[in-house]
């Protein structure tokens, strides 16, 4: 019936697989580097990517559709941290600017549901879109030292846990 939708649905969860390997992957190399904020950042953003997964199949089982799960792109493999927060920025942005599209689409085909739901998409994609810009403009602000107090916060962090 809303065969569109359906397409559309899938497709949107392929790049939330993508994003999910993706973020995950970089969790453990920022986790690996000792930059506890950023692998935080990242496996929290993860989660709720995961999150919208479950919300995009439910939409599709509603509409008697399958759920293809397909993963939408390889794994880039990014060590250097302003690179992983600049594809990640980049990312939320396409995202948010893909789903604004595709619900219109939706719309024009007089599905609202759907419609309604990727624009609650939009809105959480340009959240995590400013808190990867965010770090990124503290990254380039303060340099060395912001990722050198990060690491100092988990030798801290190490001390305390040892004493207690
Ligand atoms: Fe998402
Ligand atoms: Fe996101």
Known sequence: MHQKSIELLNKAIAD????????????????DQGF?????????????EMLHVERLAERILFLKGEVEMKVGS????????????KLAAKMEE??????NEWANECS????????QLFEALVVEEET???????????LKKFGANYL????????KGRDSGSAG
Do not use: G
Request: aromatic letters at 12%.
């Open 16 to 31: 939330e697989l993508y994003a999910i390997h993706q973020y995950m992957y970089f969790h453990f190399h920022c986790d």
């Open 36 to 48: 506890d904020l950023l692998a935080n950042l990242f496996k929290k953003t993860a989660i709720a």
């Open 74 to 85: 390889e794994v880039q493999k990014i060590h250097d941290v302003e690179k992983m927060l």
């Open 94 to 99: 396409d995202s948010a600017k893909e789903y």
């Open 108 to 115: 024009a085909n007089a599905d609202s549901n759907s419609r």
């Open 128 to 138: 995590h879109f400013d808190q990867y810009d965010t770090e990124l403009e503290n």
């Open 148 to 155: 050198a107090l990060q690491s100092i916060e988990r030798s």
